[in-house]
């Protein structure tokens, strides 16, 4: 399979008086065509400012791209004007957000919505474009959609919002997905059917697809391959089966070991001792040292690099280094 989506040593800052936030610190990750790859990790790890960062959505003075490089199908997105980026993100690249409501206009009805990227950019005549958003809003699992086409945004409930962002997302066929905490705002029922929707799209139009989520639930149903963020870092990356059958940073270890088990009842849920170091206090170690109970000398004072741990199989950690000596 082909590379859709290449990132390479991406570092995404952002700046105010004195301090500078490395939200994105040196991240490589990679979307095959077909793929459905989950990004995971607590909130603040830097996952959204991945996908900002990919859809050109940083803005300057307040963040920057400091770094690094994007290429979708063999172009360098950071190296493209803001007209030919607003191209590929209308047309190749389309994103959906955990809040719909933040992205859709409060005043303008839905079919509007629907229809404005159909004439922009597949341009398409008006009466052609309101034809298609009917078919959209039939083919998102609702009803009546003609008058929901004639419908506010406020008019309709969470999981119809969603439903109706992601008619809008996939309406121009885009290769890439990127869904960013799409069903967190949801409850289970809606969510599991945004999600099999979302798996059904992909594999009609062979659409590839980032998937951000803190939920292992959502991981374990959706990927093919799985990133795990740490404080603006990959610190593992696998297949999706050899991940969870056998994580091997402590981060992982402990993200699934916090995972509710569906039908086993569990006394009380393990949570990984500790919290994210702040941002604005990283040093030269293991940014997990704080809360690692493999924790060694050399962890607090220099960075392990992502390396090969098993097949298919990376993980940043100082105890798969042969060299190191572990205590
Ligand atoms: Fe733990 Fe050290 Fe591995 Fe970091 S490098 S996860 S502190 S063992
Ligand atoms: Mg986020």
New binding site residues.
Partial sequence: MKDLIKIDHLRTHFFSDKNVIKAVNDVSLRVREGETVCVVGESGCGKSVTAMSIMGLIEEPGGKVVGGSIEFDGRDLLKLSKNELRTIRGNDISMIFQEPMSSLNPVLKIGQQIMEPLMVHQKLSKKEARARAIELIEQVGISRAEQIADSYPHELSGGMLQRIMIAIAISCGPKLLIADEPTTALDVTIQAQILDMLREFKKKSNMSMMLITHDLGVVAEMADYVVVMYAGKVVEEGEVVKLFESPK???TQGLLKSKPIINQRQDELYSIPGQVPNPLDLTES?Y??DR?A???DI?RTKQ?ALKEVADQQKA????YEEAVVHV
């Fill in positions: 940073h402590p981060y293991c997990f040292h690692c493999h924790c060694m962890c392990p940043a950690c100082w105890l």
